[in-house]
């Protein structure tokens, strides 16, 4: 099949060069300039595991080819994928205009029949006012169809999670749409689900909405548990046991962060809201997430007094392992609070330095967790990288002033630390 796939980000270029690893011929459009020439290259623009080879295979065998220009593209594909950002506004909705760019450039370039296909995280009834949108354009001169296919991969994972979902949803309003996705969709081992458009949209903000309550929930019990001396790991992995319930999303911590979970979960109270429903379930999740935050500040303090002048070391900044990712990253957040209160922060990450380096220019960046924690008074985990995983924590000891280890993923034997000699504080233990 022809593809072109409009946003070469972490979900378009993942689809465009697993599409054309699977023998599609695909187009990648993007109106970021300096990123198609990379492309162009074959170098991927931001860190994925496993999307370099991907790219390079698909790109040597010529089934897929990077352009700027989304006309040439649409002349040339039968299919469209739009994977362009949704981010979020000031007050929670997600910001289409990126959508409305995209589909405006796709209907004054279309020629034949099209089938233009949201895989972006968009509000229910996105579908519906983007077809209207193409007639408005084409006004009935050339055939179309809009469908959806939200994307569920997780950065860090995104090539395997592509290939192997646990379902791939389509939602659709016609039967040459659902048989075009279906025959795209052949290969996949998995089951398809196939809805109308507005179901398939909705699909994806109640999933995205139900891995953050997941992570909330989970993290008010270990608030509990702090409380009464009980482990919230031990909880979460025996409730994870029920295989009603599920271990995944259960792991107590700072909080989610990323561009996927905390705008989902404000766009879908806004999109209830719109619909007349107040979401107050939602809109609490949402609050015990910040309130993370402040959990591993009052541990911090607790330990250390006033943060004032201190050296506190941050390990990870990504919001999440295998991600150079720091979008919405509780890392960022946390280290704004301990700028404003006067520490000086000392920072490392595997991948994340550079974007995060962007946001706060004003920090100091390590090349590696043992040079971070030099002279600190605390070392604080807040991305649990494997390396950061399997610290030698005798080692890392040896070079703080102070043995203070605040443990924001719960990665570390609280025990085996305090018998090192830290003041160890976990989330929930
Ligand atoms: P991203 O920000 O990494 O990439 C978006 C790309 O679209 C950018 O390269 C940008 O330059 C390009 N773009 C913007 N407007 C354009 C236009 N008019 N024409 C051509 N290109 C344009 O975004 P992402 O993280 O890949 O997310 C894309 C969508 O997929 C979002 O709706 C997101 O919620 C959803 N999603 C993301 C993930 C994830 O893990 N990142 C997972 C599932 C779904």
């Known amino acids: 099949m022809k593809l072109s796939v409009i946003g070469t980000g972490y979900v378009g270029l993942v689809s465009a060069s697993c599409f054309a690893d699977l023998g599609h011929e695909v187009i990648g459009v993007d109106c970021d300039r300096d990123r ?42 039968e299919v469209i994928f739009i994977t362009v950002g949704t981010p979020p506004r000031d007050n929670g909705d997600a910001d289409l205009s990126a959508v409305t760019a ?12 099209r089938l233009i296909v949201e895989k972006s995280t968009v509000p229910v009834g996105t579908g519906e006012r983007m077809r209207g949108q193409i007639q408005l354009v084409t006004r009935g001169t050339a055939p179309f169809d809009v469908a959806c296919n939200p994307e569920f991969l997780r950065e860090g ?77 031990q909880v979460a992995d025996a409730m994870g046991y029920d295989r009603r319930i599920g271990r995944g999303y259960l792991d107590a911590g700072v909080g989610y962060g990323g561009s996927c ?26 609050r015990i997430n910040e309130e993370q935050r402040e959990v591993l500040l009052r541990h911090l303090r607790d330990a ?3 943060l004032s002048d201190r050296t506190v070391a941050v390990l990870g900044l990504a919001y999440k392992p295998n991600t150079d990712d720091v979008r919405a990253a509780p890392a960022l957040a946390f280290i704004e609070r301990l700028r404003r209160e006067g520490a000086i922060v000392r920072a490392y990450d595997p991948a994340a330095e550079a974007n995060a380096s962007k946001l706060l220019p004003d920090i100091i960046y390590c090349p590696d967790p043992y040079e971070a924690a030099r002279d600190s008074d605390a070392v604080v985990l807040l991305t649990e990288w494997e390396e950061l995983r399997v610290l030698d924590l005798s080692r890392l000891r040896e070079v703080m002033r102070r043995p203070i280890l605040i443990d924001g993923r719960n990665c570390f034997d609280p025990s085996a630390a305090r018998a090192l000699g830290y003041h160890y504080a976990g989330m929930g233990r």
């Open 102 to 113: 995209a589909t405006e450039a796709i209907a004054s370039a279309m020629t034949g029949y």
């Open 304 to 306: 250390l007094g006033v």
């Open 157 to 233: 994972s995104a090539v395997h999670d592509f290939l192997h979902p646990d379902r791939v949803v389509l939602g659709v309003a016609s039967e040459r749409s659902e048989k075009v996705l279906r025959e795209l969709y052949r290969p996949f081992d998995c089951p398809i689900v196939v809805t109308d458009l507005a179901t398939a949209e909705l699909i994806k903000h109640a999933s995205n909405a139900f891995l953050a309550l997941k992570i909330s929930y989970i993290n008010a019990v270990a608030n509990i548990c702090e409380r009464v001396g009980a482990d919230v790991r």
């Open 261 to 286: 979970l905390p705008k989902d979960v404000a766009a879908f109270v806004k999109i209830a809201r719109e619909a007349g429903y107040e979401f107050r379930l939602l809109e609490e999740v949402a």
């Open 36 to 77: 198609i020439r990379l492309l162009q290259e074959g170098k991927v623009p931001f860190y994925e595991p496993g999307l370099q080879e991907v790219l390079q295979r698909a790109q040597s065998c010529g089934r897929l080819r990077f352009t700027i220009d989304t006309a040439e593209a649409v002349r040339n594909s």
